[in-house]
């Protein structure tokens, strides 16, 4: 069992930052390939950026590159979405999710095992 529990969510003016990080326990948080994910109302959750175990490798949805960026701390079991020149289509709950499947992020939720409770992401235009 892994818990995930995500902070740093809130409301933002378009063009702002935020960054949310994710806290993993339970497992050896080096042996989880991690990826964040959102769902806006009335949406199918989304793939939004991945990392690998290792923190080698990333990827991110074409909506979010080059203004998203993910990154790991496995010493202190840790991932982060730093969001950059945010929009009011950003606007949604975003998920962390554990993957124990693949060396590298998918981009299918399926693939992930556990989840995070999620945490609101609101950009006001």
């Known amino acids: 069992q892994v818990d995930l529990v995500e902070s740093g969510g809130g409301l933002v003016q378009a063009g702002g930052s935020l960054r949310l990080s994710c806290t993993a326990s339970?497992?050896?948080?080096?042996?989880?390939?991690m990826g964040w994910f959102r769902q806006a109302p009335g949406k199918e959750r989304e793939f939004v950026v991945g990392i690998s175990r290792s923190g080698g490798s990333t990827s991110s949805a074409d909506s979010v590159k080059g203004r998203f960026t993910i990154s790991r701390d496995n010493a202190k079991n840790t991932v982060y979405l730093q969001m950059s020149s945010l929009e009011p289509e950003d606007t949604a709950v975003y998920y962390c999710?554990?993957?124990?499947?693949?060396?590298?992020?998918?981009?299918?939720?399926?693939?992930?095992?556990?989840w995070g409770q999620g945490t609101q992401v609101t950009v006001s235009s």
């Open positions: 339970g497992r050896t948080f080096s042996d989880y390939a």
């Open positions: 999710a554990a993957s124990s499947t693949f060396f590298h992020a998918s981009t299918a939720a399926r693939w992930y095992n556990y």
